[in-house]
């Protein structure tokens, strides 16, 4: 006979706690049916916990984003609470929220009021999450002080529980908060702890939240390659947790990211997706922020009854949202259009009156006295326009004198360069073309300057204060070739020592077009001088030919290049001419340099008495770092060592060859430094870029020489040496040049580097730095050196002749 079997229903505080870890992971969707299934199921026998999975099913809608449902769900008929107790204080607090978010400010008054004072009252461990929902309701209507106190006595209960998730939460509005108030860096810190935090303990939501926040405070400082990845992987999680609401602004502000970096159908995607999204749930102030971006968008491609039709919308939403700053953007637009559409409506009148609005949004209050600017400018009222562009400038200018971190300052300019832009324009167009050169030039290695102490901290600059061009070129006995790259027309200046001339060259993508084709071909190993390569040829016409005149064979020039150019040797360009063709640096000594301000304070004159001429770094250990062993890097050393006595060289190599080693040696001490090594150049940051040395047998780990450590040791030096891969740096910040290896030992003070755009030749690298080493013993400038040693290849047989094995070392001047 078969024995019957009976069924243990499962134990209520078991399934419980694994929803809630459901929940606090981020599976929202799952755990919010479980909680509903298990509230119905045990409605009739065990009110107790059918009290509590309606609360946990509460709370998990409200992280959905569903506030409606939280107040139907809570206030359903025939459910009753208790008067007392951490119940009685969860449903306030979970009714609170959600009605404060609806705007029922004074029904969320009182139920958090008494959820405050059932807690006071029992000493309950609440305490830290009712202390977090007043801060996050205060944060809601923009009470950021309030807000804030509230958020630091929430994290001190959280450290005192240590209840991680808790203090994750409060970090992440304090974070928040830092953003409201502008303190960028501040938000940085406290969002990457955030982050941090909830990484370990899988609180998928909240990491949501933190990566999407730190995308957005990226893209406040500019830097949006960051921002767009952050929002990325945000929207990622959000999507994979079921947070719609969530997904739909990481996705948007994926779209805004876009945008900036110039990849409008990418744009106009992610927005139309998340637009989608936000019209499904019904999200009024998310529908008007996206209908904005677009109609913003639509504005700029000239798409003019698009951007109307957007702007309408964007406002109808705002209105309906009950937000009277989401209008100020949909308006802006408005008045832009005014000036396209047959409107009836003055321009003029319009931007003033947004304007008036705009005082709580510096950066749109930028843009608006950016456009009154074009506008008087348009009608020849040209001391109205430059008194506005002034003004947009000085806005600008105090937004970026609150962030004080040195790498969230190296992309903050690209939210100025088109006030620095349009306002250069504009002199130019009243013939002041120098006036426009100091202008542009004071947007020039901004960071850099700093970093070095040449520049005095003011958000009142003006161009007249800027450094005079001519003067710089006749102290330093050279010509200047000033590059300033835009999108229908780009500008080139050429400043000898007594004449300064302004060019009109191509527009961007012309130029961009003509770069990344021919540098195509040098990593291809291609041999431009007998190939006759057209593109080297178009480039010299287009970027050198115009200023020909001003450059005689023997000329010291200096580049400061611009966006693509950074990444451009003009060493490698070809001259005209049938049979007589030959690489520009037959004819001119070249060196980069990263603004005329910079060369201003060029040291001229003779090296250090007291230091000590070489530190040799190199040769290190590949073992466990992943990096193949370089095979000629002991030729190298042991060639450079000959062009110094032994008592005038330190030389580290092998197992000795550690990160530590380099700040041991007391670098400020040297004339020359010289590294033989692997290089790395990180994109997304590239203050991560490094040195490979060997790793310290107490930390296999750390093997890697950071920019970002470079930074913190002075340097005196004539000449830093990267004898590695991208020692220049792979990402170009607007106003800043390429920022890597190389821009990190000029930011510590070495006057010159010497860094590679691509990978070098193992072979043929020590052949250069062996004869540019020999020129320098010789008493020759490292400019003329290093020239000197790259002719010695062109002029050879051997297939180091191509500039793939020379052409990518540069030499970059500092100060």
Request: proline share 4%; net charge negative.
């Amino acid at each position: 006979m078969a024995g019957c079997r009976s069924s243990v229903a499962p134990d209520p505080a078991t399934v419980f706690q694994n929803i809630r870890s459901d929940f606090l992971h981020g599976n929202l969707d799952a755990a919010q049916q479980m909680a509903a299934k298990a509230r119905k199921d045990l409605s009739a026998g065990d009110a107790d916990w059918a009290m509590k999975f309606r609360l946990l099913e509460a709370e998990i809608l409200t992280y959905q984003g569903r506030r409606r449902d939280v107040i139907a769900l809570l206030n359903s008929p025939g459910v009753t609470y208790p008067a007392t107790g951490d119940l009685a204080i969860k449903r306030n607090l979970l009714c609170g929220l959600a009605d404060a978010k609806l705007g029922q400010a004074q029904q969320a008054d009182l139920e958090l009021q008494e959820a405050r004072r059932l807690s006071h009252a029992s000493n309950s461990e609440l305490e830290g999450e009712v202390l977090q929902t007043d801060a996050g309701v205060e944060l809601y209507r923009n009470h950021l002080p309030e807000a804030a106190d509230l958020s630091r006595k929430s994290l001190q209960v959280a450290r005192k529980q240590r209840d991680a998730y808790l203090e994750s939460g409060d970090l992440l509005n304090l974070g928040l908060i830092d953003i409201e108030m502008r303190h960028y860096d501040e938000a940085l810190a406290l969002l990457n702890e955030a982050a941090e935090l909830a990484r370990p303990i899988q609180a998928r939501t909240l990491l949501e939240l933190a990566l999407g926040n730190l995308g957005l405070t990226y893209f406040y400082l500019g830097d949006f390659d960051k921002a767009l990845s952050d929002f990325q992987q945000a929207e990622q999680e959000a999507k994979e947790i079921g947070t719609t609401r969530a997904q739909l602004v990481w996705l948007m502000d994926a779209g805004s990211s876009y945008s900036m970096l110039g990849d409008s159908q990418q744009a106009k995607s992610c927005l139309e997706q998340s637009l989608k999204a936000a019209m499904d749930i019904d999200a009024p102030a998310q529908i008007a922020d996206i209908q904005s971006t677009l109609a913003f968008l639509f504005y700029q491609k000239g798409q003019f009854d698009s951007a109307k039709t957007h702007s309408e919308e964007a406002i109808r939403a705002a209105r309906r949202a009950g937000n009277k700053i989401e209008e100020l953007e949909p308006l802006y637009v408005q008045a832009l259009l005014s000036s396209h559409l047959a409107s009836g409506q003055d321009t003029e009148e319009l931007l003033l009156g947004v304007y008036g609005k705009s005082t709580e949004s510096p950066a749109l209050r930028g843009q608006i006295e950016n456009a009154l600017a074009k506008l008087y400018a348009g009608r020849k009222q040209s001391t109205r326009g430059d008194l506005w562009f002034r003004k947009s400038i000085r806005t600008f200018e105090d937004q970026r004198a609150e962030v004080s971190e040195e790498e969230h300052k190296l992309p903050f300019f690209a939210n100025g360069e088109a006030l620095y832009r349009d306002y250069a324009d504009f002199l130019i167009a009243s013939q002041k073309q120098e006036q426009a050169l100091q202008l542009l030039d004071i947007g020039r290695a901004r960071t850099l300057a700093d970093g070095l102490g040449s520049t005095k901290q003011s958000s009142n600059t003006r161009p007249e204060k800027a450094v005079e061009a001519q003067s710089v070129a006749r102290k330093a006995d050279s010509t200047i070739l000033f590059y300033s790259l835009g999108e229908e027309k780009s500008y080139l200046w050429a400043v000898s020592p007594h004449h300064t001339q302004l060019f009109l060259l191509p527009g961007k993508a012309a130029i961009t077009d003509q770069v990344q084709r021919y540098q195509k071909a040098i990593l291809k190993s291609s041999d431009p001088l007998r190939e006759a390569n057209e593109t080297a040829k178009t480039l010299y016409e287009t970027l050198v030919s115009p200023a020909a005149g001003m450059l005689p064979k023997g000329s010291r020039v200096f580049i400061i290049a611009d966006g693509i150019l950074n990444e451009l040797n003009f060493e490698t360009l070809l001259t005209p001419g049938t049979g007589s063709s030959h690489y520009w640096i037959e004819d001119v000594t070249i060196s980069n340099a990263n603004s005329i301000r910079m060369l201003s304070r060029l040291n001229t004159g003779p090296s250090r008495g007291d230091a000590k001429k070489l530190l040799l770094i190199g040769n290190p250990v590949a073992t466990g770092t992943g990096y193949e062993s370089l095979v000629n890097a002991f030729a190298e050393i042991r060639g450079l060592e000959t062009h110094f006595p032994p008592d005038s060289r330190t030389v580290i190599t092998q197992s000795e060859a550690t990160p530590s080693a380099y700040a041991a040696s007391k670098p400020g001490q040297f004339q020359y430094i010289h590294f033989v090594a692997h290089g790395t150049a990180s994109q997304l940051s590239p203050l991560d870029s490094a040195v490979v040395l060997s790793p310290p047998p107490s930390d296999p780990d750390n093997f890697k020489l950071y920019a970002r450590e470079i930074m913190r040791f002075p340097l005196h030096a004539r000449l830093v040496t990267i004898s590695a891969c991208y020692g220049s740096g792979s990402r170009a910040y607007v106003g800043e040049g390429l920022v890597g290896l190389s821009w990190a030992f000029l930011r510590a003070g070495s006057h010159n580097v010497i860094g590679a755009l691509w990978e070098v030749n193992d072979a043929s690298t020590p052949l250069l730095m062996d004869r540019l080493y020999g020129e320098l013993a010789a008493g020759s400038a490292p400019d003329a050196a290093l020239r000197a040693a790259k002719l010695s290849l062109i002029h050879s047989p051997a297939v180091y002749r191509k500039p793939l094995y020379w052409g990518g070392f540069q030499l970059y001047t500092g100060s």
